[in-house]
């Protein structure tokens, strides 16, 4: 119990030191207009108060990532701790700041816009094409995992749930953000915090024991370890609530909210380190609620590597049966709230690369029924494939965003290596996961880290150059 209160007051703390560290290395200005106030359209860009925007951004990150996540990552031992805490405090929050700030500087664009600004037109046709398909896929995997639950609780048919979600993801995607979005979310997330605080509570309160991270415990506790290497398995199986790309597509919807620059720390990495102990929180209870990693490990196989049910039994258990809708209203709640974002962003990505105006009915019409075309067929494929491709997918586009961060700081400031580094180990990560995966390559283990590894550094070789002429010729 002694790691976990650690491990939150670790994140606590680094949200106003390494938080305002990072606001002064990037220079928000209280004075400078936002898009919400010089785009103002009554539709996208509209202007919302902080605790409106914070409960929305932490909504919209949220969904199944930091529950189910952190469920398959508490498989692993205590190590999913130190990955958490360091992964979200000095990349994950990095990311998202850096993805909802950049996005205020450039009118409120879509992160496929800003990468192509600062990487090329290539890499930004690239991330048109890779953001769209992602965003498909969370809200195919925010669908079919939010049914799942709601056919456990109602016994509805699932048919009839996955439409009904649809039917709600249609509204929310092109309805003006301050009519549906702006006015239940802030209730759900609430929801998903109480939530939280009630599993801590009855956790503390209930004797149950949380591995400690002691010497004997850093090792690697999945019951198929050689298969499953903490590195870079556990780094990809734990996305949000460490480091997710998925959040690089949420931050612009609220970029196009925030009234002022200064409040982007309050909003991005605040909401980061949130979520980030709403994952620490799951993980916790995922390895002491059965007794152990090796039994998690038990339950987890006979729940078909679905977390679904897992979170069913430690709701109703520890919370009774009012505690127990309210979590699950939360878990519900989050996971829907991310997915009509999700294609909300898809919708404006799409717009934004064919300069098509959102302003009317009929135009938002023409680029959501497309999307939701490809989604229903994507609901057909197995839930267990989808989520993997996501959780790979998912760290990639995070790749593109922390580089792209690094070269905007060393062209504007010279200052980067805050990002820098977080660019370089998510590089190394996603190629060695790639080549090591059974969804990939499924490489000798040797090959895969020295190839993921060399990758990331010269990839740092040739940022460091590239940026180092570009920046000497901006100053000669």
Same mark, same amino acid.
């Given at each position: 119990m002694i790691t976990f209160f650690i491990c939150i007051a670790v994140l606590v703390a680094a949200y106003f030191i390494y938080g305002g560290f990072i606001e002064k290395q990037f220079g928000a200005d209280p004075d400078r207009p936002t898009p919400a106030i010089t785009q103002h359209d009554g539709v996208d860009f509209v202007p919302l108060s902080n605790a409106r925007i914070f409960l929305i951004q932490f909504l919209n990150i949220a969904g199944l990532g930091p529950i189910f996540g952190a469920i398959a990552g508490a498989l692993w031992g205590p190590v999913a701790f130190i990955w958490i805490v360091l992964g979200c405090i000095f990349i994950g929050s990095v990311h998202d700041y850096f993805s909802g700030m950049l996005s205020i500087r450039?009118?409120?664009?879509?992160?496929?816009? $800003? !990468?192509?600004?600062?990487?090329?037109?290539?890499?930004?046709? &690239?991330?048109?094409?890779?953001?769209?398909? *992602?965003?498909?896929?969370?809200?195919? !995997?925010? !669908?079919?995992? +939010?049914?799942?639950?709601?056919?456990?609780?109602?016994?509805?048919? !699932?048919?009839?749930?996955?439409?009904?979600?649809?039917?709600?993801?249609?509204?929310?995607?092109?309805?003006?953000?301050?009519?549906?979005?702006?006015?239940?979310?802030?209730? &759900?997330?609430?929801?998903?915090?109480?939530?939280?605080?009630?599993?801590?509570?009855?956790?503390? &309160?209930? /004797?149950?024991?949380? +591995?400690?991270?002691?010497? /004997?415990?850093?090792?690697?506790?999945?019951?198929?370890?050689?298969?499953?290497?903490?590195?870079?398995?556990?780094? $990809?199986?734990?996305?949000? /609530?460490?480091?997710?790309?998925?959040?690089?597509?949420?931050?612009? *919807?609220?970029?196009?909210?925030? +009234?002022?620059?200064?409040? /982007?720390?309050?909003? &991005?990495?605040?909401?980061?380190?949130?979520?980030?102990?709403?994952?620490?929180?799951?993980?916790?209870?995922?390895?002491?609620?059965?007794?152990?990693?090796?039994?998690?490990?038990?339950?987890?196989?006979?729940?078909?590597?679905?977390?679904?049910? $897992?979170?069913?039994?430690?709701c109703n258990s520890l919370l009774g049966k009012v505690g127990g809708i309210l979590a699950l209203i939360g878990v519900v709640a989050a996971p829907i709230t991310s997915g009509d974002t999700a294609f909300r962003s898809a919708r404006l990505t799409i717009a934004d690369s064919f300069k098509i105006k959102q302003g009317k009915l009929i135009q938002r019409l023409y680029v959501t029924v497309p999307i939701f075309l490809v989604a229903i067929i994507l609901t057909q494929v197995d839930f267990g494939i989808v989520w993997r491709y996501f959780g790979w997918a998912n760290q990639t586009l995070s790749v593109f965003v922390l580089w792209t961060a690094a070269v905007y700081m060393r062209k504007t400031t010279g200052k980067y290596w805050f990002v820098l580094i977080p660019a370089v180990f998510m590089t190394s990560v996603v190629i060695s996961y790639i080549l090591i995966a059974p969804e990939g390559f499924q490489l000798d283990q040797n090959i895969s880290y020295s190839v993921g590894i060399a990758s990331g550094l010269l990839g740092m070789g040739f940022y460091l150059y590239s940026t180092g002429k570009a920046r000497l010729a901006l100053t000669e």
């Open positions: 450039h009118k409120g664009a879509s992160i496929p816009e $800003i !990468v192509g600004m600062y990487l090329g037109n290539g890499t930004k046709n &690239f991330m048109r094409v890779f953001a769209v398909g *992602l965003l498909i896929i969370v809200g195919v !995997v925010f !669908v079919k995992g +939010p049914a799942a639950i709601l056919q456990g609780i109602t016994g509805v048919d !699932v048919t009839i749930l996955v439409i009904g979600i649809f039917v709600y993801y249609l509204l929310a995607t092109m309805i003006p953000i301050d009519k549906l979005i702006g006015r239940i979310y802030p209730v &759900f997330g609430l929801s998903l915090l109480i939530m939280a605080v009630g599993i801590t509570v009855t956790m503390v &309160f209930g /004797g149950y024991k949380i +591995p400690e991270l002691v010497p /004997g415990n850093l090792v690697n506790m999945h019951s198929e370890s050689s298969s499953f290497p903490i590195f870079p398995l556990l780094f $990809i199986t734990i996305a949000c /609530g460490a480091v997710s790309g998925f959040h690089s597509t949420q931050s612009p *919807l609220m970029a196009r909210c925030l +009234p002022n620059e200064k409040d /982007g720390k309050k909003i &991005f990495f605040g909401a980061m380190i949130t979520e980030g102990i709403v994952a620490l929180i799951w993980a916790a209870i995922a390895m002491a609620f059965f007794g152990g990693v090796s039994d998690l490990g038990v339950s987890f196989a006979e729940a078909k590597n679905n977390a679904a049910p $897992i979170v069913n039994e430690i």
